[in-house]
């Protein structure tokens, strides 16, 4: 089964992670390659941050 990345289509092969098409057949599971998974993770705690530093300045007023 071939793993690839959902957010830059990387394939995962035994050279390690490569640009490359994958066809349509055969079964394909979607994951993070180490590049995304680190940059989504960043992102996550950036939100996370944001969420917990932020709220004075984005609280709602009606
Ligand atoms: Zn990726």
Known sequence: M???CCVCQKTKSQAGWIQKQVGNKGRVSH???PD???RSMEQAQGWLQARNS???GLS???
Do not use: D, I, K
Request: aromatic share 14%.
């Open 2 to 4: 071939q793993t690839v």
């Open 54 to 56: 932020g709220n004075q």
């Open 36 to 38: 995304c998974f680190r």
């Open 60 to 62: 709602l007023r009606r």
């Open 31 to 33: 994951g993070y390659c």
